[in-house]
T-cell receptor, first 112, second 115 residues
């Protein structure tokens, strides 16, 4: 079992939809959680990060962590065609002395 | 403007050749990483380094080596390229510390084809 599990999709939604992307993790020692966005043929870019449980909002994006259920979510409101990309979740221990553990990534297409 | 640079951007090379993929960053980051990623597939950690003269193997490190002689430079070498090495190679770096510093900055990648 991978430490961070993510449904690879693909997920296709109409423009303007609310998108929910999810990951689960198995190691309760993870404390920092991140979402990366990767456009086709590019390297991933950090979208958001959260510490421990709770929500964090940045424009149309909201990251949510539920440590009790070991569940990580990214919500995209009013989705745009420019949101079409692969979204990867990642987790790391509080010490930061080991590499990030990435999920496999979910491919999202937003159709105009 | 990218702060982490990978060269070459594309490379087509014959089987058995020795190749070095270059990665340089201008951010002074201590931590650097190499990942392999097939199109539409997950990231696989090949090697990482937490500072000069420090290197560690990742999950997929066989058949490649790295060196870290300077903070800003982290080259990846394949001693004998094989068609199975055809993939995209991504370099990343991060700061030491906590919180958002754990986030990686990725390069644009080197797309390698071994024929």
């Amino acid at each position: 079992q991978k430490e961070v599990e993510q449904d690879p999709g693909p997920l296709s939604v109409p423009e303007g939809a609310i998108v929910s992307l999810n990951c689960t993790y198995s190691n309760s020692a993870f404390q920092y959680f991140m979402w990366y966005r990767q456009y086709s043929r590019k390297g991933p870019e950090l979208l958001m990060y959260t510490y421990s449980s709770g929500n964090k909002e940045d424009g149309r994006f909201t990251a949510q962590v539920d440590k009790s259920s070991k569940y990580i979510s990214l919500f995209i409101r009013d989705s745009q065609p420019s949101d079409t990309a692969t979204y990867l979740c990642a987790a790391v221990f509080i010490s930061g002395n080991t590499p990030l553990v990435f999920g496999k990534g979910t491919r999202l297409s937003v159709i105009a | 403007e990218a702060d982490i640079y990978q060269t070459p951007r594309y490379l087509v090379i014959g089987t058995g050749k020795k190749i070095t993929l270059e990665c340089s960053q201008t951010m002074g980051h201590d931590k650097m990483y190499w990942y392999q990623q097939d199109p539409g597939m997950e990231l696989h950690l090949i090697h990482y380094s937490y500072g000069v003269n420090s290197t560690e193997k990742g999950d997929l490190s066989s058949e490649s080596t790295v060196s870290r002689i300077r903070t800003e430079h982290f080259p990846l070498t394949l001693e004998s390229a094989r068609p199975s090495h055809t993939s995209q190679y991504l370099c990343a770096s991060s700061e030491p510390g906590t919180g958002a510093n754990y986030g990686y900055t990725f390069g644009s990648g080197t797309r390698l084809t071994v024929v």
